[in-house]
């Protein structure tokens, strides 16, 4: 029922009377004698009746509008956010869980719940239905409370009030601060569990090097957190692969932190899953933060180079004394003569397994077996192995249109004769890593170095190679190129068309001016852009348990240029056997997927992108589930975070153990924040159908009764 009503003309309620008066003298003087004669009682009803139409009908004219109020009580929502995590199960003597089951019982039959709403939460708030029941799991696998607060912001929930029950533990996002302030709602806090921390030992941080190079030792340095433990010894091991590698006694005075560092020297490449374990004891609150796992990636610690030469020239002994020089290479060199065997003892085709980059020097030639030159062409070709080559008037030609396609030039043959001149270098290589010296002015020391010998080759520069040096003859610099790289999506090589080099070592006025353009080419040519055509990865290493697995792939052309429309497949190795499942395209060259583990352990993974049914390339890598329970690693009470929250918020924090204060306290609140809401509703009736219809009615009904009476 509305609370007030009025009733509103366009017009003055006095015209309205005097009008309403005048209908109603003419109606009496209509009615006041009637052929035929009627009873009293009928010609009053008449009467009436025309009255009221008349009364209808003049209050039509002066468009009449009714309003009509209403008050209403809006009373807040209280919402409860349930933790659900893992961590309200651990055993602190408190029983977390029955605390909160007793808290969703008492709340039941609390006058409050028929205004309340229960969310329970791990890493978001569930978007499903809450049900009072004891059936409640407390399995989640994260803690995140930035998403509490996203979730009531994106909703733009107002008049309400937020009560969290949770432990404080926080596993995931960030540490709510500004977000929570910013919804405008307070926030009650009920803290689960005990702060105080028992008898426990906890891996609390690991320091390593994520890449470590082979035979070289790495550091890997540990804090652990003790508490209860104190005039003990503690065993702590670093074990590589599930086997012990490693292990130290650490003494503990008193309760606090103590560090133990190992020197980890791994002795195979690849990735290694590391882990710190520390002394378990049987009175321990909490066994499973003793372990603390890991990987890192080891890898050759010096990239190997092979300096392959077609002729024992002066040329290769200087480029071997140079590269040797650089600490960082393992140099090994093959000079091949007549008899189609290189001059090194103890050196065959299988160096080329373990080869980084090659030099080839006085290359191709008829020298080589046809096996090594087929060998260096795949290296070359599939397995982009960056290149050095100096084509000069040992290289054949008819080899050389076979490893043409490779090379930052396309040659053709020269004008008959070879002639000797300088290097020319051309703007802007200042700012090329290749002509990086230690030496200053060594930019400079380029134009005077000795002229080289310039083989009869015509060569012309490739679209997507840069010339770094062209021939100087007399002072003039000539179009001829000298000097030409390329780097082309993961294939990188560097020509330099001439023969002998070395009297840029021996004659040059800057010594290091040789030794460094070498160094700077292996460095270069070495650091092949990590970028791959084709990356598989998940979004990181180790999970929780029933934690979902994101896949991410990238996917270019050759040129680098993102691909969509191809097809990647994963194939994972798990505890369980082998899973294969597909990516999806999300455009830009990304693939994205989802895959769950069932079981804990180690897996790992392959892709396989494909285009039109044809492998384009592999990726692979290795993941965690389960060794890691990130809700049991320090699973103690957050106390002060919660209380924190509350107080900023306007709210208000409780622990477990009084939790019945904040019923008292959310039904003040209540009260308090009660808005008394008036709506107005106005409808006009002068076209309003329903009181056309009722004149409409009243004039059949008297039209009736007149035809009855036989009156005119």
């Known amino acids: 029922m509305p609370d007030n009503f009025s009733l509103l003309i366009t017009g003055s309620w006095l015209y309205y009377a005097i009008l309403a008066l005048l209908f109603g003298i003419t109606a009496f003087l209509y009615y006041r004698i009637t052929i035929p004669v009627v009873s009293p009682a009928k010609r009053y009803f008449l009467l009436s009746l025309r009255v009221i139409i008349l009364l209808f009908m003049a209050l039509l004219l002066f468009s009449p509008v009714a309003t009509f109020l209403f008050t209403s009580e809006e009373k807040p929502v209280n919402y409860f956010l349930i933790d659900r995590s893992e961590s309200i199960t651990f055993k602190d003597g408190t029983e977390r869980e029955k605390t909160i089951k007793q808290f969703l019982a008492d709340l039941a039959s609390s006058p409050l719940a028929k205004n309340s709403k229960v969310i329970t939460f791990s890493s978001q708030p569930d978007s499903g239905k809450f049900q009072f029941s004891d059936s409640l799991r407390f399995d989640g696998d994260l803690t995140n409370f930035e998403e509490i607060f996203n979730y009531f912001h994106d909703r733009k929930i107002k008049n309400a009030s937020l009560t969290i029950i949770s432990d404080g533990v926080i596993t995931d996002g960030n540490i709510p601060g500004v977000s929570a302030e910013k919804i405008g709602l307070p926030v009650y806090t009920v803290a689960i569990g005990d702060s105080t921390p028992r008898k426990d030992i906890v891996v609390e941080n690991v320091v390593y090097n994520e890449v470590v190079f082979l035979g070289t030792s790495s550091p890997v340095t540990t804090t652990i957190q003790i508490a209860g433990f104190a005039d003990k010894d503690i065993a702590v091991s670093l074990l590589e692969d599930g086997k012990k590698i ?4 650490v003494s503990i005075g008193e309760n606090g932190t103590v560090s133990s560092t190992f020197n980890y020297r791994p002795r195979t490449t690849g990735m290694k899953k590391l882990a710190i374990s520390v002394q378990e004891f049987p009175d321990e609150v909490n066994k499973l933060n003793n372990y603390s796992p890991f990987y890192v990636s080891v890898v050759e610690n010096k990239r190997k180079v092979l300096i392959l030469s077609g002729a024992p020239t002066p040329d290769v002994t200087f480029v071997k004394n140079a590269l040797t020089g650089d600490s960082t290479l393992t140099v090994r060199s093959m000079t091949y003569d007549s008899d189609m065997r290189p001059l090194e003892k103890d050196i065959n085709e299988s160096i080329l397994d373990s080869t980084g980059v090659l030099f080839l020097l006085n290359f191709p030639s008829q020298a ?20 050095f080559i100096m084509i000069n008037q040992y290289s054949d030609k008819g080899l050389l249109k076979k490893l043409e396609p490779f090379l930052p030039v396309i040659l053709s043959t020269g004008a008959g004769v070879e002639f000797e001149g300088q290097p020319g270098l051309a703007k802007g290589v200042e700012r090329n890593p290749l002509f990086y010296s230690t030496s200053p002015g060594a930019l400079k020391a380029w134009d005077d170095l000795p002229p080289v010998l310039i083989p009869n080759f015509r060569a012309e520069a490739r679209p997507e190679s840069q010339v770094l040096a062209y021939v100087k003859l007399n002072s003039r610099v000539m179009p001829n190129p000298l000097i030409v790289s390329r780097n082309f999506g993961s294939k990188r090589s560097l020509a330099v068309i001439a023969g002998d080099i070395w009297k840029w070592k021996l004659k040059a006025k800057n010594e290091n001016l040789f030794d ?26 180790f999970y929780a348990r029933n934690e979902q697995v994101e896949f991410v792939a990238e996917l270019y052309t050759e040129s680098f240029d993102p691909l969509s429309d191809g097809e ?8 369980q056997g082998k899973t294969s499942f597909s990516l999806s395209s999300t455009g830009s060259g990304i693939y994205q997927g989802i895959y769950k583990p069932e079981t804990p352990g180690d897996y ?7 285009l039109d049914g044809k492998v384009i ?10 060794d890691i329970n990130i809700e049991l690693l320090n699973p103690y009470t957050d106390a002060g975070f919660l209380r924190n929250l509350s107080s900023i918020t306007g709210g208000e924090f409780y622990y477990y153990t009084n939790y019945l204060k904040l019923f ?9 924040s009660s808005v008394e809401i008036k709506t107005t509703e106005t409808h006009n009736l002068w076209n309003n159908p329903w009181l056309l219809i009722i004149i409409v009615l009243l004039l059949s009904l008297e039209w009736f009764f007149r035809k009855r009476e036989g009156m005119m």
């Open 368 to 387: 080589i077996p046809q096996k090594m030159f087929d060998g260096i062409i795949n290296l070359i070709s599939n397995r982009n192995v960056p290149f």
């Open 516 to 541: 460094d353009f070498l160094f700077s080419t292996a460095k270069w040519l070495g650091a092949v852009k990590d970028k791959k055509r084709f990356s598989l990865r998940t979004n990181k290493k």
């Open 617 to 626: 390339a592999t990726d692979g890598g290795n993941f965690n589930t389960g």
């Open 568 to 575: 990647v497949s994963v194939t994972l190795n798990s505890p």
């Open 246 to 249: 490693a292990e130290e006694t």
């Open 664 to 672: 008292d306290d959310l039904t003040q609140f209540n009260k308090e």
């Open 604 to 610: 790992t993974f392959t892709g396989v992108a494909t």
